[in-house]
């Protein structure tokens, strides 16, 4: 199994671009989610999906889209990006909740200038 | 913000020593768990300790968990170089689509 994985491993981004950050995971795990990790912040739940089809705001939704056609996959939008949107976004998965054990995927690493 | 919050932020050891970390919540909690993650990495869970339980062991790792005093601590015997990492722990606070609240993590340096 290949776990949970991220790309593009790091991106950089001018201001109002948007992009797609992927995520896909192997496990047949019903719930993922995304998360934005900050220096001194920890991490922060941005949106997530409990199974394919359904989808929820977490903390810090603002900006942000999600979809989830499969239980495979769980990508991340960026509509237009901000400089306050530089980050590194980690996409994580459980199999059948939030609250239980969660895998995380390596991250992306995005700078918006 | 429930947010729970560890201690110490930083944490520095020799190589050997135990290393104990503690992360304090607000309210009660259904599970709590404690993930690595090291530099440039994804987090990785350690353990689970749930809310009617006190004390769960791992290889090297210790968690204990105190209902009353609202706070978990984890040990760490005998730290190795490679346990260089930040720990987080996080809460499940319950409720429908409980998810999980991390902290904002300690940074553990173990000099070789």
């Known amino acids: 199994n290949a776990g949970v994985t991220q790309t593009p491993k790091f991106q950089v981004l001018k201001t109002g671009q948007s992009m797609t950050l992927q995520c896909a995971q192997d496990?047949?795990?019903?719930?993922m989610s995304w998360y934005r990790q900050d220096p001194g912040m920890g991490l922060r739940l941005i949106h997530y999906?409990?199974?394919?089809?359904?989808?929820d705001q977490g903390e810090v939704p603002n900006g942000y889209n999600v979809s989830r056609s499969t239980t495979e996959d769980f990508p991340l939008r960026l509509l237009s990006a901000a400089p306050s949107q530089t980050s590194v976004y980690f996409c994580?998965?459980?199999?059948?909740?939030?609250?239980?054990?969660?895998?995380f995927g390596p991250g992306t690493r995005l700078l918006v200038l | 913000s429930q947010q729970g919050e560890e201690d110490p932020q930083a944490l520095s050891i020799q190589e050997g020593e135990n290393a104990t970390m503690n992360c304090s919540y607000k309210t009660s909690i259904n599970n709590l768990q404690w993930y690595r993650q090291n530099s440039g990495r994804g987090l990785v869970h350690l353990i689970l300790i749930r809310s009617n339980e006190r004390e769960k062991h791992s290889g090297r790792l210790r968690v204990t968990l105190d209902t009353s005093k609202k706070s978990s601590s984890l040990l760490i015997t005998a730290s190795r170089a490679a346990d260089t990492a930040s720990y987080f722990c996080?809460?499940?606070?319950?409720?429908?689509?409980?998810?999980?609240?991390f902290g904002k993590g300690i940074t553990l340096s173990v000099r070789p």
């Open positions: 999906s409990v199974g394919a089809g359904i989808t």
């Open positions: 496990m047949n795990h019903e719930y």
């Open positions: 996080a809460t499940d606070y319950g409720g429908a689509n409980s998810k999980l609240t």
């Open positions: 994580a998965s459980s199999l059948s909740g939030g609250a239980l054990t969660q895998y």
